[in-house]
């Protein structure tokens, strides 16, 4: 199901597409969606790999430092991360 977050109207997408046709042709637009998910996974994936960074990087650090104020202060860090990256996941 697709969730707009504009409160567009059936009839206003339907406007939007016939535009989007007209404009760029019914043999693009497939195109345009895909690069579109491309570079949704490629951000999707960078973020994920910046996450994994962080998180193996502090727990290294907290190995080496052994402190629980540490922890305290990392799980807010991933907290944090969790909720900036929550808006780019999909929802299903």
């Given at each position: 199901m697709l969730v707009l977050p504009l409160f567009i109207s059936g009839a206003e997408i339907a406007f939007i597409m016939f535009?989007?046709?007209?404009?760029?042709?019914?043999?693009?637009?497939?195109?345009?969606a895909r690069g579109l998910g491309k570079g949704m996974r490629t951000l999707k994936d960078a973020t994920n790999d910046i996450k994994n960074e962080i998180t193996?990087?502090?727990e290294k650090h907290m190995q080496d430092a052994g402190g629980e104020d540490f922890k305290k202060e990392v799980e807010e860090v991933k907290d944090d991360i969790e909720e900036i990256t929550g808006s780019i996941k999909r929802k299903n």
């Open positions: 535009i989007l046709v007209m404009v760029f042709g019914a043999d693009k637009i497939p195109e345009i193996n990087s502090a």
